[in-house]
């Protein structure tokens, strides 16, 4: 089992959310990867890391080192200074995040429409539109007429059709701005 947990410290209720690690017994074939480009807001950087049985570890070790040749040094010392250094970061960018998760999911229940719950972690709502069928051609219609950007739901399977994905971690004015221009269209 491969357990993506890049936005396990982005989260509201506590330091850090459960991971498989917790569960896993030592026989068990799982591998969790995390990232340093959400928590300590190195995107774009592609810095992070697996934990997972030894003898599999070995053999993604030769795929990574076949395909990526390593990491830059730089980002290397900007791992170590986030481990060290970075909670405060950590801190900041998560109460940010829920600022802007708080005012986005108000926001969003205030639309008749729109049924939303705040999600606990990460920095996205996913939100459901009653009497939505396509939601690639409603995101689309969001940025051509309101000049928002949301994903589909469809981008996520088949079952996320009829939601929209919209992302809070901006400011509280960007936030309020998109709130406004998407009254026009699910009121």
């Not at 026989?27 to 300590?40: G, H, M, P, T, Y």
């Not at 309101?146 to 009829?162: M, S």
Request: aromatic content about 10%.
């Amino acid at each position: 089992m491969l357990a993506d947990e890049v936005y396990s410290r982005i989260v509201y209720d506590r330091r850090a959310a459960p991971s498989f690690l917790d569960l896993a017994e030592p026989e068990d074939r799982v591998v969790v990867l995390n990232s340093f480009s959400k928590a300590w807001a190195m995107t774009g950087w592609r810095l992070g890391w697996l934990v997972g049985p030894a003898e599999l570890l070995e053999v993604l070790g030769k795929l990574i080192e076949f395909n990526t040749s390593g990491s830059p040094t730089f980002l290397q010392h900007a791992a170590v200074a986030a481990i060290e250094q970075g909670e405060p970061l950590v801190a900041e960018i998560v109460e940010r995040c829920r600022v802007g998760r708080d005012l986005l999911i108000q926001g969003l229940n205030r639309f008749p429409r729109v049924r939303v719950k705040p999600p606990e972690g990460a920095f996205y709502a996913f939100c459901r539109v009653d009497g939505m069928t396509d939601s690639l051609a409603f995101a689309h219609r969001l940025a051509r007429q309101e000049k928002v950007g949301v994903a589909p739901g469809i981008a996520f399977g088949p079952a996320g059709e009829g939601y929209l994905r919209l992302c809070f971690a901006a400011s509280t004015q960007r936030l309020t701005a998109a709130l406004d221009r998407l009254q026009n269209v699910l009121t």
